[in-house]
């Protein structure tokens, strides 16, 4: 069941207590959105603690350090940024069918929880957790508003992206100018530092970078030999897709991982216009407008023939 | 003379046309400043013009290409964001002595003009832009509101650095209400993609760094020899100097340039707390808390144990 602000802030209102649910491979919207979402419900006088299948990273010790809460036989189950609840990774099992209300802001959102507080258009679930403090006139702690401000950020690119909406500047501002938060040491790290394995990885990428179309299509072809031979494990490449498109003009990226000898995965990603989830589908494979993907077989020059005919069909 | 936001408006109300000079080697915020400036004085009807010494890069043509304004003998010199009568570059000789009205927000703005409008907390020159169109009562049009959100942007790095401030976001919510920016695509050119040059040399140079302290200090030495091998122009390592500080963990990257044998061009940044300024000064050079330099000579070794102890000092 689809409820209102109001009627979510009602609930937060009278609930006795809540574990909050991360999804798995936690990112900084939904650590941001459990973490504030606990220090709300704890200065109304909730127990609460967050929960997650998988670790917080360590670069999220600034928002998770404070603790996750203690322990206790909970009353209510609440997922945050949770589209299905398959995201709920090894906590399906337990909380998987009880869960009382999801605040979320994926479109794709399955509906899996009791009541869903769902907006589309919001750039954030941290979005929602802070109009939901507005709404139960909570007043936010530095903490909190450190989180919230570190899920905006996650979630647009600092305020970079597309789904960046007027409202994610007025937050911002309203965050920044109650709070002292040092978002900009947040954004360093979450924006602009990388591991030096990663550094290695990506100046090794960069350099097998293929051009077609006047630059218009870039490519990185990851075969397993060249991989083995830069002692880079493929799941390293996993973050990878973005790179092609950082050559100026490139509007259609690719990224191809070699499976086993003979099948290629296809990570397809567009800057602007151009919409590689049609064009994966003529390949059969499928995806969003800007990130989409396919399994190609054959060898790689004619994977990479293939490839290069159906985007510059749509570069037309 | 220093002159308030409201002095400036009135002379900008009272102006019978303008030329408007940006400084040599431009950038997003003198580019954005300059022409917002001359769309908001063609909307009250004054001729205007931008000049600058150099050419605005292609990549600003979505600004440019509206068109400078045809020449004429003018009665107002404006520049916007020149800090000093130097940063005019050819010009200087000129208009150099003429300028009536200079808006900046450099805190090291020297005072050349005969009036200025200075805000050293404005993130931008664009911020100022605005809030003197707000002053005088100027409705923007599209093209000047994408001029204003590209300076910001340009000068905090999308929201990103320090000196971002409250009133930057409330302009750009503002903006993005009223306006329909192509924010994403700006954000995209600005900061997401690179020449394939670029990238190339890019990859070669972090194939340099070298780790000290834990890696908390991140060197990359570009000697002649290695530049040589690798075919890249000491001077396309401008803009390298932040290189360094991709690595997490690291709080302080210097970029080593040799400028003749034995002699050296130390770039120092600094992520963090420390003043890389007072390191500088140790060694005879200087800068800012975040960005300062020196010129070091001796052997290349001697040079990189001299900084690395003087570094070591300050992690203390």
Redesign the interface.
Known sequence: MLISLSEAAEFLKNCSDAVIITHQSPDGDCIGAGFALKDILEAIGKRSRVVCADEFPK?FDFLTSAGCGEEFEPETIITVDIADVQLMGKLRELYGDKVQLCIDHHVSNTGYAQRTLLDPHASAACELIYELSQEMGVELNEHAAACIYTGIATDTG?????C????C??I??EL??SFDIN???I???M??????GR??L???V??L?E?YWD?RLTMICATADIMEKMGVDTDDLDGCANLP??????EVGILIKEREPGVYKISMRS??DINVSEICQTLGGGGHAKAAGCLLRGSLDDVKKRLAEAVGKALE
Do not use: G, P, W
Not at 164 to 167: F, G, K, L, W
């Open positions: 670069r600092c305020f970079k992206f597309d960046t909406t007027v409202r500047h007025e911002a501002a920044m100018r978002f900009s040491k954004n360093r790290n924006f602009d530092v990388k591991s030096i550094i290695k990506e100046s090794a960069l350099e970078m051009y630059s498109l950082q050559v100026e003009n490139a800057a602007n």
